[in-house]
């Protein structure tokens, strides 16, 4: 088991750029993803980015193009870079370790990041 923890959070003008690190206790190579998520006020909690063990990299649709995921196996952190922010990326952002892609998952507290006009 790992525990997270996300930093990097905060208030950005629509159109700027924020980077959010996510640290891990422990190893991350094995992990079968590490993913990010948001959950915006009143909405569920959604799926925003992740990569697989092997390195491949998802992206929902929303933030293709915007948001880019890396990680670096030997400092045990994973990032997500947000180019051209917009008012709908406001949420708080979660980094989250999913073990065996059969629900086996350890979320970090978050990060509130917030887009203004």
């Known amino acids: 088991q790992v525990h997270l923890k996300e930093s990097g959070g905060g208030l950005v003008q629509a159109g700027g750029s924020l980077t959010l690190s996510c640290a891990a206790n422990g190893p991350i190579d094995y992990l079968n993803t590490m993913g990010w998520y948001r959950q915006a006020p009143g909405h569920q909690r959604e799926f925003v980015s992740s990569?697989?063990?092997?390195?491949?990299?998802n992206y929902d649709d929303s933030v293709k193009g915007r948001f880019t995921m890396s990680r670096d196996l030997a400092k045990r952190m994973v990032y997500l870079q947000m180019n051209n922010l917009k008012l709908e990326d406001t949420a708080v952002y979660y980094c989250?370790?999913?073990?065996?892609?059969?629900?086996?998952?350890?979320w970090g507290p978050g990060t509130q990041v917030t887009v203004s006009s």
């Open positions: 990569v697989s063990s092997g390195g491949v990299r």
């Open positions: 989250q370790a999913d073990y065996d892609g059969l629900g086996t998952i350890d």
